[in-house]
């Protein structure tokens, strides 16, 4: 049986590997670190608007965290290490590793990161879109 997407449409042309793109999202995402999105309002005439994406990531230090951009997407791998030297006796807190993924529109830059009180905090400008117009000549076959 032939599986039917919005991007299996004659008039979708290209989008293909958004839709797997899409589906790979779909099927890595735990929810942990809990995370928020923000729009941030610029501050000054002819500044552009920032969104905020802010992770939860208490117990990880700078070295534990890498914000990487990777073609289109977003990465930020998390991983700690258990202290050898340590004698647990309640372990309430697990040292573990995450990676969470965010598809970037085209143009979209990242600006910063910054680790404070516990949230990574990741700002992105998202630029004015280009309008652009091509005028496509038409050729006359004789």
Excluded at 1 to 6: G, H
Excluded at 37 to 49: H, L, M, S, W, Y
Excluded at 110 to 134: F, H
Aim: aromatic share 6%; charged share 30%; net charge negative.
């Amino acid at each position: 049986m032939t599986r039917v997407t919005p991007f299996s449409s004659p008039l979708m042309l290209g989008f293909d590997t958004m839709e797997k793109t899409l589906e790979r999202i779909a099927k890595g995402n735990d929810g942990y670190p809990p995370y928020n999105i923000e729009r941030v309002r610029a501050t000054a005439a002819g500044q552009p608007d920032l969104l905020r994406i802010t992770l939860a990531v208490a117990g990880f230090s700078e070295e534990d965290l890498d914000v990487t951009v990777e073609e289109n997407q977003l990465i930020i791998r998390g991983r700690q290490t258990d202290a050898e030297d340590r004698d647990y006796l309640h372990r309430g807190i697990a040292a573990r590793q995450f990676q969470r993924m965010f598809v970037l529109a085209d143009g979209m830059e990242v600006r910063n990161a910054q680790l404070r009180n516990g949230l990574l905090s990741v700002d992105l400008i998202r630029p004015e879109p280009l309008r652009m117009v091509k005028k496509i000549n038409i050729l006359v076959s004789e």
